[in-house]
Every structure is written in structure tokens, then in C-alpha cells.
């Protein structure tokens, strides 16, 4: 009669077999996921040919299309409640890299500090003394009358007075693949999200750039650099850092020879 017990000599082919099992399966480990932080750049989106953007609302992002392709998007955050970015079918008429808001600022004293912050020059009458110092906004690109995208601070829901803000290295990626003139549609939902390839990884900021809100560490340091935090529009967001009013401004650079500020016919500054 078979004994039903294997003997020692006749385990060891069997632990070797679990072994060599064990291996190749702690060997098998799925790549890490990449990160998605809502951006995306494909080479395309350098293609000297006729651009399209496209923003969506619910979303919180805008895209950019090339030959009919997503080949940019980005987070944004676009007009609060009272100042909402309305939909329809516009053009840029204005690239300005170094735009100042005409209407919104600090008004500032003569060595720069500011006096009164929050402003909107239509309302608030300057303090003896004092002058309107324009909240910064570069890479502009007008669309629809006072409204533009432009690099600026993103809490995470709709804070601006009605522009679109991007973080900074994807507003300057929009502003030099945007060619003047282009169309710039704005929707409900352009269902941008849906059109991200899987795969593709995001786009890295510049070390020690900030301007998507990543938890308190991040509005720490904004409030360090001396940005005030306000109250948000939306019931239950945390505060939000105003990007308008630094607490000393700096002089303005001087735009370099050859810097151009280009208008559609028929349009201005505003």
C-alpha cells in the first residue's frame, strides 16, 4: 500500500516549485499610476495651425484644440456668483503677457505699500495720497469684453470676477499655442474631462510655483506672501487667497522692445 505522505526527498521539487510561483508573483507589481492633476499637453498643441478653446463650466476646465483634437487642458477657475462667466461663442481680440486689470487692484502709496486692498475702480475712490495699482495678470487673452483667461490663483471652485484663471505655466502654454484671433467657445459642459487620454501625465509645474490650491500647507504660504485670505461665494469652501493685492507691490517692469500688445480691429484696451 502507497504511503500518502510524501517523503522529505520527495517535497523538495514541490517547495521549489512554490517558490519559484512566489517570486514571479511579488516580481509582477503594477506600475505606479501617473499622477493626474486635471493638465495635459500633447507636442501637437505646437502645430503652427488654427487653435480652438473651448471652457467648461461644470467641468472647471479649458481645452485646446487643435484639428479637432484635445491637445491641452487645464483646471480653471472661472466668474463667481454675481460675476459668472457667461456662455457663447467668442474670439480673442487682445495677447497682452503683461496685462494689469484696469478695474480691480489695490490702491497703493508712493512707495508701493498698499493702502486700501479689494478694489474695483468704478466703486472705491483712491485715498489722498494713494493710487490704483492693477491686480497682475499675465498671459492675458481677451475674449469677451472685460473677460480673459490669465494666469491666477485656483481655490477649486469659481472665484473670479468673471475671467478665467489658469495656473501659471498652463496659461503661458495657452497664451503661445493660442494664435490671435482664434475661437473661444464657452459651454455648460464641453465634456473636456472625457477627452483626456488615460495615460498621458500631467503637466509639472516650475519648482516653487503655486496657483492650484493643494490643502492648508498651500494657503499658509500664500498667506505668508502676504495675500489675505476672503470668504468664498460658496457655501461651505474654505477661504480662498485674493490674489489682487499684495501686501507691498513692487514697481512695474517695463515691457521689453519689441513687447506688443495686439487688438482685433475695432477693439481696445478695456
Given at each position: 500500500?502507497?504511503s500518502?505522505f510524501?517523503?522529505?526527498?520527495?517535497?523538495?521539487p514541490l517547495?521549489?516549485?512554490?517558490a519559484?510561483c512566489?517570486?514571479?508573483?511579488?516580481?509582477?507589481?503594477?506600475p505606479p499610476?501617473k499622477?493626474?492633476d486635471g493638465?495635459?499637453?500633447?507636442?501637437?498643441?505646437?502645430?503652427?495651425?488654427?487653435?480652438?478653446?473651448?471652457?467648461?463650466?461644470?467641468?472647471?476646465?479649458v481645452g485646446l484644440?487643435?484639428?479637432?483634437?484635445?491637445?491641452g487642458l487645464?483646471p480653471i477657475?472661472?466668474?463667481?456668483e454675481?460675476?459668472?462667466?457667461?456662455?457663447?461663442?467668442?474670439?480673442?481680440?487682445e495677447?497682452?503677457?503683461?496685462?494689469?486689470?484696469?478695474?480691480?487692484g489695490?490702491?497703493?502709496d508712493?512707495?508701493g505699500?498698499?493702502?486700501?486692498?479689494?478694489v474695483?475702480?468704478?466703486?472705491?475712490?483712491?485715498?489722498a495720497?494713494s493710487k490704483f495699482m492693477g491686480?497682475?495678470?499675465?498671459w492675458?487673452?481677451?475674449?469677451n469684453g472685460?473677460i480673459?483667461?490669465?494666469?491666477g490663483?485656483?481655490?477649486?471652485?469659481?472665484?473670479?470676477?468673471?475671467?478665467?484663471?489658469?495656473?501659471?505655466?498652463?496659461?503661458?502654454?495657452f497664451?503661445?499655442a493660442?494664435?490671435?484671433?482664434?475661437?473661444?467657445q464657452v459651454?455648460?459642459?464641453?465634456?473636456?474631462l472625457a477627452q483626456?487620454?488615460?495615460?498621458?501625465p500631467?503637466v509639472?509645474?516650475?519648482?516653487g510655483?503655486h496657483?492650484?490650491a493643494?490643502?492648508?500647507?498651500?494657503?499658509g504660504?500664500?498667506i505668508?506672501s502676504g495675500?489675505?485670505?476672503?470668504t468664498?461665494?460658496?457655501p461651505g469652501?474654505?477661504?480662498?487667497?485674493?490674489?489682487?493685492a499684495?501686501?507691498?507691490l513692487?514697481?512695474?517692469?517695463?515691457?521689453?522692445?519689441?513687447?506688443?500688445?495686439?487688438?482685433?480691429?475695432?477693439y481696445?484696451?478695456q
Amino acid at each position: 500500500m502507497t504511503s500518502p505522505f510524501l517523503s522529505p526527498v520527495q517535497r523538495i521539487p514541490l517547495i521549489l516549485l512554490a517558490a519559484a510561483c512566489l517570486s514571479q508573483c511579488a516580481s509582477e507589481v503594477a506600475p505606479p499610476a501617473k499622477s493626474n492633476d486635471g493638465t495635459y499637453w500633447s507636442a501637437e498643441a505646437e502645430a503652427e495651425v488654427p487653435a480652438k478653446i473651448v471652457i467648461s463650466i461644470e467641468e472647471q476646465h479649458v481645452g485646446l484644440f487643435k484639428n479637432g483634437t484635445l491637445v491641452g487642458l487645464s483646471p480653471i477657475s472661472s466668474g463667481r456668483e454675481g460675476h459668472g462667466t457667461h456662455p457663447g461663442s467668442f474670439s480673442v481680440t487682445e495677447k497682452d503677457q503683461e496685462h494689469r486689470s484696469s478695474w480691480y487692484g489695490a490702491f497703493v502709496d508712493s512707495e508701493g505699500s498698499v493702502v486700501q486692498e479689494d478694489v474695483d475702480v468704478r466703486k472705491d475712490s483712491a485715498p489722498a495720497g494713494s493710487k490704483f495699482m492693477g491686480a497682475s495678470m499675465n498671459w492675458f487673452m481677451r475674449f469677451n469684453g472685460a473677460i480673459g483667461m490669465h494666469q491666477g490663483y485656483l481655490p477649486g471652485y469659481p472665484a473670479s470676477h468673471g475671467c478665467i484663471r489658469l495656473p501659471g505655466h498652463m496659461a503661458e502654454l495657452f497664451y503661445k499655442a493660442t494664435p490671435f484671433g482664434s475661437p473661444v467657445q464657452v459651454k455648460k459642459n464641453g465634456e473636456l474631462l472625457a477627452q483626456r487620454p488615460h495615460n498621458a501625465p500631467s503637466v509639472p509645474a516650475p519648482a516653487g510655483a503655486h496657483g492650484v490650491a493643494s490643502g492648508t500647507s498651500s494657503l499658509g504660504r500664500q498667506i505668508a506672501s502676504g495675500l489675505r485670505p476672503v470668504t468664498p461665494d460658496v457655501p461651505g469652501a474654505p477661504p480662498a487667497p485674493m490674489t489682487l493685492a499684495p501686501a507691498r507691490l513692487a514697481p512695474t517692469p517695463k515691457k521689453p522692445q519689441g513687447t506688443q500688445t495686439l487688438y482685433l480691429p475695432g477693439y481696445g484696451p478695456q
